[in-house]
């Protein structure tokens, strides 16, 4: 289950290079064949109908209006269909390019024959894994161990048990091209970590930054200032002759971190809203209780804990998140790289071709019951 999860995260990236987002203007443009039995794409020596993915639409379309109650013109029904269908479009080419260039790699030069040899082989395999994996996990899914019954549920949501074996296939067959092609854990040197490190040194400066003990009372608690002067006088008192700012500030301060005994942990110098709190945490002796702090929302004693000048986090402390990083990178590329060859290796032809880099429209003899909107 895993390998398919990475696998079909990979398929949406690839949709993501290759399927451009297109206007409302754009979708006008077009219609979708009235015929399910359409030829809408050939890839390599496979083909998808409309039919194939028309149903999903449909059942998709269907869900939102029941969840959201509302009454959709035909014209936006259309439009809609025609988006959800292409889209589904991009990502099945995607799937069947992928299957039919681990085939490619299987047979190389080999004729026609060995081809659909390898083709029935491993498509059956894929099938034997599809009933020991997948058909008992819809079972369980939908409450049923009865296949008829099990294929009318699918049905009644735009698939089928067929297609789902159909498209389990094409994901299996094209995970085997991806493990092949995408190297998912490649080895990232020390040197490229420094390299990165270097190149990206100024993401990991620190300002100076401080982490200290608060006592706070805000003015509009108090009858007037004198009073609230008065409570955060008290306070210091306590905590200066008691000798735990934290206790106090847990019982009687009224600032946000008062529950954490008004510890604030490391803050950059100039990131506080209150101008004369940013000036004396960064220039008071360390350990020693302020005086009473003024600002606009009351009166404040502080007593700072630590204080550290701006510097560069060491690349010790941010090595594996640099590793991550680059090993991400390197991910990418090879996502890339594997797209690319594909499109080189694997011809496409579709109603659609803008949405697909590389691919060619039908040819009429094929999309002869595909007509553009008047």
């Known amino acids: 289950m895993r390998s398919r999860k990475i696998y079909q995260a990979l398929v949406l990236l690839f949709v993501c290079f290759a399927f451009p987002s297109l206007s409302r203007a754009q979708r006008l443009e077009v219609v979708l064949p009235d015929d399910p039995a359409t030829v809408i794409a050939v890839v390599g020596r496979s083909h998808v109908v409309l039919g194939d993915l028309l149903p999903k639409a449909d059942a998709r379309i269907a869900q939102v209006l029941a969840e959201t109650g509302k009454v959709i013109p035909e014209k936006e029904l259309k439009i809609a269909r025609l988006g959800l269908v292409r889209g589904m479009l991009g990502q099945t080419i995607q799937t069947k390019m992928m299957r039919e260039s681990f085939l490619l790699e299987q047979v190389g030069t080999e004729n026609a024959d060995k081809h659909q040899e390898a083709d029935a082989k491993l498509t059956s395999k894929?099938?034997?894994?599809?009933?020991e994996s997948e058909v008992p996990e819809l079972k369980k899914q939908y409450g049923s161990n009865n296949l008829g019954k099990l294929d009318k549920i699918l049905r009644e949501k735009g698939s089928s048990l067929a297609a789902r074996q159909r498209d389990f296939v094409d994901q299996m067959l094209g995970h085997l091209y991806i493990r092949g092609n995408v190297d998912r854990e490649p080895r990232v040197s020390l040197s490229e970590i420094i390299d990165e490190y270097m190149t990206n040194k100024d993401d990991y400066y620190r300002p100076t930054r401080a982490r200290w003990e608060q006592l706070s009372v805000v003015t509009r608690n108090f009858p007037?200032?004198?009073s609230a002067r008065k409570a955060i006088e008290e306070m210091g008192r306590e905590a200066l002759f008691g000798g735990s700012m934290q206790s106090v500030a847990r019982e009687k301060?009224?600032?946000?971190?008062?529950?954490k005994g008004g510890v604030h942990e490391w803050t950059s110098q100039g990131s506080l809203a209150s101008a004369p709190l940013d000036a004396e945490v960064f220039t008071i002796p360390l350990n020693k209780i302020s005086g009473v702090i003024k600002d606009q929302q009351g009166f404040h004693i502080i007593r700072v804990l630590e204080r550290r000048d701006a510097d560069?986090?060491?690349?010790?402390?941010?090595?594996?998140?640099?590793?991550?990083a680059v090993?991400?990178?390197k991910i990418e590329k090879s996502q890339r790289t594997a797209l690319d060859n594909m499109r080189k290796k694997i011809p496409v032809w579709t109603l659609f071709p803008e949405d697909i880099p590389g691919s060619k429209p039908l040819p009429i003899s094929i999309a002869q019951r595909y007509s553009p909107a008047n």
Do not use: G, N, W
């Open 327 to 329: 090993r991400k990178t």
């Open 312 to 324: 560069y986090t060491p690349l010790s402390e941010v090595q594996d998140e640099i590793r991550s």
């Open 126 to 131: 894929a099938r034997q894994m599809f009933h």
């Open 253 to 259: 301060s009224q600032e946000p971190f008062a529950s």
């Open 224 to 226: 007037d200032q004198s």
